[in-house]
């Protein structure tokens, strides 16, 4: 059967060959919360649809209005498979609570590098940060190089990134963009970051050529559901 957990997941679960990432709007606070729970019910009294999902997330945007699905699956045939056997009648049982729901899309992709949570580091992480960096056409290829900087600046930035949990970079399989799935302390630790004097290393990242610009979006971590 499905479960819930209070856990938040382990995004380098090096058996999640394809983790996805999708985003719904529902657009009021009073309908995420419904639907969070519409989701929980729904998945709560079916059978766990497959060993290869590991784990399924949601998230409530703090603009109110969306929430973010991140769900870890060992590779992208076993989610086709449960598309084909198992969504649609998890998404009627939603859609019937909650009417008028907007599905805007699904993203796949690979995780590339992580920041991970450093040892003996208990904290749970009171907001989580998703920044989708994307790139022109034909640069590809160096996404990686740019997550590489990002990851130096960080590291040569211990005291404004102190508030900052763990960072968990993720390559698009079109190739178009970066995602970052960040976990930090709170929502003020992460404006304490973003205020801070950018270095050399920052303007690096910032300036580097192929980007095209940068979306940020808060969650606060709502749902968990794996088998039990």
């Known amino acids: 059967m499905s479960r819930r957990t209070e856990q938040h997941p382990d995004l380098t679960d090096p058996r999640a060959g394809a983790p996805f990432f999708s985003t719904w709007r529902v657009g009021t606070p ?113 996404r990686e190089e740019w997550v590489d900087l990002v990851s130096k600046a960080m590291d040569g930035d211990p005291k404004g990134h102190a508030g900052l949990v763990s960072a968990h970079f993720h390559l698009s399989t079109d190739g178009g963009h970066v995602l970052n799935y960040a976990e930090w302390e709170s929502g003020e630790a992460y404006d304490r970051a973003l205020a801070a004097p950018a270095s050399e290393a920052w303007e690096r990242v910032r300036a580097y050529a192929g980007m095209k610009g940068s979306t940020g979006s808060r969650y606060e971590h709502a749902l968990g559901l794996v088998p039990d």
Do not use: C, N
């Open 30 to 142: 009073e309908r995420q919360w419904q639907t969070v729970e519409a989701i929980g019910r729904t998945w709560e009294r079916r059978p766990w649809p497959a060993g290869d999902l590991l784990a399924y997330h949601v998230y409530v945007g703090d603009d109110g209005s969306t929430l973010m699905h991140y769900s870890q699956w060992t590779g992208e045939q076993a989610y086709e498979s449960f598309v084909k056997v198992h969504r649609q009648e998890r998404v009627d049982e939603i859609d019937t609570a909650v009417p008028g729901i907007e599905r805007v899309g699904l993203g796949r992709y690979r995780r590339y590098r992580s920041r991970e949570r450093a040892a003996g580091d208990t904290r749970t992480p009171g907001q989580i940060v998703t920044v989708r960096v994307d790139f022109e056409s034909g640069m590809e290829g160096r």
